[in-house]
């Protein structure tokens, strides 16, 4: 049994463990060309939401994403209503504001050549990607990452972008968290070309992310930084 029983949707609902909050969050039009300088929608309903979401926890973590059939930017817009949702907590000696921890990719911003070189064929489909297989898709993350960078310390924000390599799935494979010394994973920073591989399973993405939450003092991940991840 890969949940346990006690760990069923309805049973963590149930005791409070889990907290379901309805609500929406901004999205673009289908084709909209974007900046980080692109203000969005956002209704004074779905900010309320948000900030009804996060207020009380220590961190955020966001693994927002492009359906790539409908193509409507979904990163940025959300990022943007995240953040300033997030902005909103400490005004007038309110909630503390949590630590937001965002997943992205490589082959964007700053890691477009750490993208090529993980990828292979001398750098043609990290080339082929970015550039015209999922551009819409990266469009929306990179507009997302360059408004977190131009934006997070006006803010008092503290945002870390956490980027994935291609995401793999092994079959019949199971990790076990409660193994706190057996990483998984690697982190690098974007300038590194040579320790890059083309794949990181999923799970391993979510140990990355568990382990930012508990590193205490911001000592192995940093504050307001980006980590490139690989498998180990």
């Known amino acids: 049994e890969v949940i346990p029983d006690q760990f069923s ?8 463990q889990l907290v379901v909050i309805k609500g929406s969050l901004p999205t673009g039009g289908k084709g909209e060309k974007i900046d980080s300088n692109t203000n969005f929608t ?24 492009m359906d790539p059939n409908n193509k409507l930017p979904v990163c940025f817009p959300g990022i943007q209503a995240l953040m300033r949702a997030t902005s909103d907590l400490g005004d ?10 965002i997943m992205s990719s490589i082959v964007l911003s700053d890691s477009y050549a750490q993208g090529k070189a993980a990828w292979g064929c001398c750098g043609g489909v990290g080339w082929l990607m970015r550039k015209k297989i999922l551009r819409d898709c990266f469009d929306d993350m990179e507009g997302a ?12 924000l503290d945002v870390t972008f956490l980027r994935a390599t291609v995401l793999a799935d092994k079959k019949d494979y199971y990790l076990d968290y409660s193994n706190v010394d057996a990483k998984k994973y690697y982190i690098v920073k974007s300038d590194e070309l040579k320790r890059v591989k083309m794949n990181i399973d999923r799970q391993h993405v979510v140990q990355c992310f568990v382990d930012a939450v508990a590193d205490k003092g911001s000592q192995h991940f940093g504050s307001n930084c980006e980590w490139s991840l690989f498998d180990a």
């Open 42 to 65: 956002v209704t004074d309903d779905q900010i309320n939401t948000l900030k009804e979401l996060i207020g009380g926890a220590t961190h955020v973590m966001s693994f927002l994403g």
């Open 9 to 16: 949707y309805d049973k963590v609902v149930g005791t409070g």
């Open 92 to 101: 007038g000696g309110g909630d503390l504001k949590p630590k937001i921890v």
């Open 145 to 156: 990452e360059q408004y977190g960078f131009e934006n997070r310390e006006k803010m008092g």
